[in-house]
C-alpha cells in the first residue's frame, strides 16, 4: 500500500470514531426523549377525564352552563379520545426533557458565547407556546362557541325546527387541541426570525420588505392549520400578523447586539 493511500485509509479510520460517537450520543438522546413521552403518556392515560374536563371548561364557559352535553357516536370513540388526550399530555409534559436533551446533544459543538445565545431561545420556546395555547383557551375557542351557540335556534312553534349545538366529544377535543397546537407553531415565529437574524439569513428592512407577501402567507397558514371556517382562521391569523410586527422589532434588536447579524 502506497503512502497516499495508506494516509487516506487513516483518515477514514479516524473519522469513523467520532461519527460513530456522535450516533451512541443520539441515540442515548432519543431514548431519554422518548422514554419521558412514554412515561407522561401513561401517566396521562390514567387522569385522561381530568385533561378531558380541563379542556372542556372554555365550551362550559362560553355556553354559561355547567352541564354541557358532548356525545358519543360509537363504541369506541371514548377510548379514542382518552388515547388522544394522553399523547396530547405527554407531548406538554415531555417537552422540557425533550429540549434538554436536544441542547445537550447540541451544546458541545458550540462555543461558550454560542452556548449562551442559544439558552435564551431555549426558554423562550415553550414559554411562546403556552401564551399561543392560553390565547386558544381564553379567547379563541370561546368566540367560537359563542358564534356557533349565536347560530342555534329553539322553538316551541310547529313548523318551525329546532337546532340544538351538541358536539361530537372526538370533534371537540380535536378542534381545540388541533388549534393549542397550531397557535403554539405559530407563535414560533419571533424565535425562528431571530435566530435567522442572528445567523444572518434575514435582515428587519427585508421583513419589512416583504410584510404583504408575508401577510398572505401567515392567512394561507392559518388556513391549513385550523378548520375549515373563515373565524378560525381570522382568530389565528390576526395575532401571527401582531407576532411578525414584534419580530421586525426583536430582528433589529438582534442587529444592534449581534455584530456581523445584518450582514
Not at 197 to 202: E, H, L, V, Y
Not at 233 to 258: C, D, G, H, N, Q
Request: net charge neutral; glycine share 6%; aromatic share 12%.
Amino acid at each position: 500500500m502506497s503512502d497516499a493511500a495508506r494516509d487516506g485509509h487513516d483518515d477514514i479510520e479516524a473519522s469513523k470514531a467520532p461519527l460513530l460517537d456522535h450516533l451512541i450520543e443520539l441515540r442515548s438522546r432519543l431514548m431519554w426523549a422518548v422514554g419521558a413521552f412514554v412515561i407522561m403518556f401513561f401517566l396521562c392515560f390514567a387522569v385522561a377525564r381530568h385533561i378531558y374536563n380541563v379542556l372542556v371548561w372554555p365550551y362550559m364557559w362560553a355556553s354559561g352552563n355547567d352541564h354541557v352535553r358532548l356525545i358519543a357516536t360509537h363504541f369506541l370513540e371514548q377510548i379514542m379520545t382518552h388515547v388522544k388526550l394522553a399523547m396530547f399530555g405527554a407531548a406538554f409534559l415531555s417537552f422540557p426533557v425533550v429540549a434538554t436533551q436536544i441542547y445537550k446533544f447540541v451544546a458541545p459543538g458550540l462555543y461558550k458565547n454560542e452556548r449562551r445565545a442559544f439558552l435564551p431561545y431555549l426558554v423562550a420556546t415553550p414559554v411562546l407556546f403556552v401564551i399561543g395555547a392560553a390565547v386558544v383557551y381564553f379567547i379563541a375557542m370561546p368566540v367560537l362557541i359563542k358564534f356557533s351557540i349565536g347560530l342555534t335556534q329553539s322553538s316551541g312553534e310547529a313548523g318551525v325546527p329546532t337546532i340544538e349545538l351538541l358536539p361530537k366529544v372526538s370533534e371537540y377535543l380535536s378542534l381545540i387541541m388541533t388549534l393549542i397546537f397550531g397557535f403554539g407553531i405559530v407563535f414560533q415565529m419571533p424565535v425562528v426570525l431571530t435566530l435567522l437574524a442572528r445567523s444572518g439569513m434575514i435582515t428587519a428592512a427585508g421583513l419589512v420588505s416583504s410584510r404583504r407577501y408575508a401577510i398572505v402567507g401567515i392567512f394561507a397558514m392559518a388556513a391549513v392549520l385550523t378548520p375549515p371556517d373563515a373565524l378560525s382562521m381570522v382568530i389565528m391569523a390576526l395575532p401571527t400578523v401582531l407576532l411578525y410586527e414584534a419580530s421586525i422589532f426583536a430582528v433589529r434588536y438582534v442587529e444592534k447586539t449581534t455584530p456581523g447579524a445584518s450582514g
